[in-house]
């Protein structure tokens, strides 16, 4: 059973401070690697997906990486913003777009 | 964003009563998801679809049953109410390991 975890669980920074997030998962028969970000109380905005064959994504100051042997990928956030404070959810789907999603990491960034 | 709407956004009802819950899609999208978002647990599979008429179990999909009879509309149905069943339910669409979107969200409180 695929199980996809993240690290940290939370993370407080200053404002404009470059910042890693991390997620693992166990099987690295994927298809692809999503990021979503989540508000309190809202649903899930789809940040980057990266396809297996990929190594990476960017989208604006967002850059993810996937390293599927090792079973890693980052979420790389330049200059973060306190518009940036949000829940970050990295998930994985294999077959059949069968999704299975980190538990999250609490981003505040403070001003 | 994606044109997803789910319906109702709020519901409370008494344990042992049926329940329905509605997915709409305006994108012509093949993939159809449901999945429970509880504290602890993270975002969960309950079922999928991947064409009208065809679906899936997912992770937890015990107490759940789902429908699809147009490419528009997944119902999930939960036919006998319990407490557990509590939660945040989200509806997600995709085409075939492509970005999956999400709609905004069903709170659900079984009294």
């Known amino acids: 059973k695929q199980e996809v975890t993240q690290i940290p669980a939370a993370l407080s920074v200053p404002e404009g401070e470059n910042l890693v997030l991390n997620c693992s998962f166990t099987?690295?028969?994927?298809?692809?690697l999503q990021w979503f970000r989540q508000d309190p109380g809202k649903g899930l905005t789809s940040l980057l997906l990266?396809?297996?064959?990929?190594r990476e994504q960017t989208s604006g100051r967002l850059n993810a990486s996937l390293d599927k042997s090792s079973g890693r990928s980052t979420l790389y956030i330049a200059a973060s913003q306190p518009g940036d404070s949000a829940t970050y959810l990295c998930?994985?789907?294999?077959?059949?777009?069968?999704?299975?999603f980190g538990a999250g990491t609490r981003l505040t960034v403070k001003p | 964003d994606a044109g997803i709407t789910q319906s109702p956004r709020h519901k409370v009802t008494e344990t042992g009563t049926p329940v329905t819950l509605r997915c709409h899609q305006t994108?012509?999208?093949?993939?159809m998801y449901w999945y429970r978002q509880d504290p602890g647990h993270g975002l969960r599979l309950i079922h999928y679809?991947?064409?009208?008429?065809?679906?899936d179990k997912g992770e937890v999909s015990d107490g759940y049953s789902v429908s699809r009879s147009k490419t528009e509309d997944f119902l999930l149905t939960l036919e006998s109410a319990t407490s557990s069943q509590t939660s945040v339910y989200f509806c997600?669409?995709?085409?075939?390991?492509?970005?999956?979107?999400f709609g905004p969200g069903t709170r659900l409180l079984v009294l």
């Open positions: 998930a994985v789907s294999g077959d059949n777009n069968d999704m299975r």
């Open positions: 679809s991947y064409g009208v008429k065809d679906t």
């Open positions: 099987d690295s028969a994927i298809y692809n």
């Open positions: 997600a669409i995709s085409e075939l390991r492509e970005t999956q979107y």
């Open positions: 994108e012509n999208h093949r993939y």
């Open positions: 990266i396809q297996s064959s990929q």
